[in-house]
């Protein structure tokens, strides 16, 4: 169990445009979803955390506005990387965790991530 | 701020081998410690954890000791297999909730048949 996917595994746009990525917990309601971007060779760098049904908590520097998060159930939340720039090409990794009370609820499962390639 | 620092990859070893991936860390106050493991083409696993000092995480032949008096959590295992290839991090995290992890940026693993 604690399964987490994400969509697209591999993008590449053209500068301007905008990209979604889905994350989705498939056999657990996750209450709390988190997105990281990853640099190579760097560390994951947490960019938000998103609760479910409430707005996204961005971590500083993080615009809101350039990386919108939607988290509209308890299996998915969506990252939208909106008008898109060579400067946003990244790895970009979601994790979920469980509600407080449930089997490993201190635990944050990872999704494969999604390669963001802006041209 | 708080931060981990792990050795840098790749490391490439034959089967068999013993390994050590080194992580120290710097945090106010006492953090609880974490490896995390990603396969190819896989998300990050959970590979152990220790909450305070002198705790010992354990997991599929894979050790590491939580030392506080040299803010280290270094990663061991006596015999590595081809199987273990994969991208080793090492994080911490400052609450219960684990809500905040920070990561160090991560050892490529090579193991050579």
């Known amino acids: 169990g604690a399964v987490v996917s994400q969509h697209p595994s591999r993008v590449i746009c053209k500068s301007g445009t905008s990209v979604k990525i889905e994350c989705r917990s498939l056999?657990?309601?996750?209450?709390?979803m988190f997105w990281y971007r990853q640099f190579p060779k760097q560390s994951l760098m947490l960019m938000a955390t998103?609760?479910?049904?409430?707005?996204?908590?961005?971590e500083q520097g993080v615009e809101k506005d350039k990386f919108l998060i939607n988290h509209a159930s308890l299996t998915l939340s969506t990252l939208t990387v909106t008008s898109a720039h060579p400067e946003d090409s990244s790895f970009y990794i979601c994790?979920?965790?469980?509600?407080?009370?449930?089997?490993?609820?201190?635990?944050?499962?990872f999704g494969p991530g999604t390669r963001l390639t802006v041209l | 701020g708080n931060s981990v620092t792990q050795m840098e990859g790749p490391v490439t070893l034959s089967e068999e081998a013993f390994l050590t991936i080194n992580c120290t860390y710097t945090?106010?106050?006492?953090?609880?410690l974490f490896w995390y493991v990603q396969y190819p083409g896989e998300g990050l696993q959970l590979l152990l954890k220790?909450?305070?000092?002198?705790d010992k995480g354990s997991n599929k032949g894979f050790e590491a000791t939580y030392r506080k008096e040299t803010t280290s959590f270094h990663l061991e295992k006596g015999s590595v297999q081809v199987s273990d290839s994969a991208v080793y991090f090492c994080?911490?995290?400052?609450?219960?909730?684990?809500?905040?992890?920070?990561f160090g940026s991560g050892t490529r693993l090579s193991i050579r048949p």
């Open positions: 994080a911490l995290s400052m609450d219960s909730s684990a809500s905040k992890i920070i």
């Open positions: 998103s609760n479910e049904g409430s707005k996204a908590t961005y």
């Open positions: 994790s979920a965790s469980r509600a407080s009370g449930a089997p490993s609820y201190n635990e944050q499962f």
């Open positions: 220790a909450t305070k000092a002198d």
């Open positions: 945090a106010t106050g006492y953090p609880s």
């Open positions: 056999d657990f309601q996750a209450t709390t």
